[in-house]
């Protein structure tokens, strides 16, 4: 195996690994590991296909934009946030109808592809410029100004909404004091403020 290949197989495994790693964790921070070594492993594909822009591009948007913001909204609810009145009977129902119709799409895609298999598509010459920074700057910012802007304010949203939901939840109350003097002054720790208020005669008869 030569060292190429050996490249290309563990960028693979890393990526693949990273995107089990997401979905399957339960804690939010491994999670989001896990999608920091997926993009990791992605941008090390690139690199085997002398991509080294996009490879950049996905180290320094991805990995330090994109993840630093989810593991920034993960901070601001918790690590372990999680969904309010949904009882385990509704949670499991929906983990089951999710993954069947996840298995009915993936059976679907695949038959749907070995039936229109007709062996791989040539693919034809390209400009000496494709893939160059010029290339993909007057792409992006020509024909993908408008999804760039959309994306950016997705971005924005997310945080602001996570931001919002962070501080309207719900805290708990403390509990109103007791009415009865004794209990104010001798079911606690003392404070100053009961100097104020002396027991009234006859109260612990």
């Given at each position: 195996m030569s060292v190429s290949s050996l490249f290309f197989a563990v960028c693979g495994v890393t990526a693949l690994v990273g995107a089990l790693g997401t979905v399957i964790a339960k804690n939010p921070i491994r999670g989001a590991v896990g999608l920091l070594a997926t993009i990791v492993g992605i941008a090390g594909l690139f690199l085997k296909l002398a991509a080294q822009f996009l490879a950049a591009i996905q180290l320094i948007v991805y990995a330090g934009a994109v993840v630093v913001l989810f593991v920034f909204v993960i901070m601001l609810l918790g690590p372990d946030a999680n969904l309010v009145g949904t009882t385990p009977g509704k949670a499991r129902f929906s983990r089951a109808v999710s993954a069947i119709f996840v298995i009915v799409i993936a059976i679907a895609a695949i038959f749907g592809l070995s039936s229109g298999w007709g062996g791989p598509t040539?693919?034809?010459?390209?400009?000496?410029?494709?893939?160059?920074?010029?290339?993909?700057?007057?792409?992006?910012?020509?024909?993908?100004?408008?999804?760039?802007?959309?994306?950016?304010?997705?971005?924005i949203v997310a945080v602001v909404g996570a931001i919002a939901v962070a501080r309207t939840r719900a805290h708990k109350r403390p509990a109103p004091?007791?009415?009865?003097?004794?209990?104010?002054?001798?079911h606690g720790p003392l404070h100053p403020r009961d100097a104020e208020h002396p027991l009234p005669k006859g109260a612990l008869r």
């Open positions: 040539p693919l034809g010459p390209v400009n000496s410029d494709h893939g160059s920074v010029e290339a993909v700057g007057g792409m992006l910012f020509h024909a993908g100004t408008v999804p760039f802007e959309l994306a950016t304010a997705l971005l004091p007791a009415d009865n003097e004794t209990k104010r002054l001798f």
